[in-house]
């Protein structure tokens, strides 16, 4: 019987939750592929808009992150949209910068997210 129940506890210690306080909501969540300009400025205000037809982004992020998708063979945006919100996570202090980025139908293609003046996360 012993090492039944040790055998349930080793299992069931496994699914326990090792995360700590984490609120954040992932980019991708915030920001799905194919959701509309407008319809993400409704949710969460209007944000900073940059249009790059044709161009490389004078924001270093926004142009290693263009560079890189554009790299993955993804299509190229013409715009991107940056959204600065409150880090709710672990720590839970300061903001981060969503950078969504549009094709020419104000469309999302992807975003990447900015913390503390770092790339952190990009899809």
Known sequence: M???ALAWFILLSGCASNSV????IDAEVLYPWGATRDDLETKYGA?????IVNEVPRDEFAAATVKEMVSLRRPRAVAYEVFVRRNFGTG???YYSDYVFFNDQNRVLYAARRMAGTST???
């Open 92 to 94: 839970g202090q300061g």
């Open 47 to 51: 944000g900073r808009l940059v249009y």
């Open 121 to 123: 996360s990009r899809r």
């Open 2 to 4: 012993r090492p039944v």
């Open 21 to 24: 306080n984490s609120t954040d």
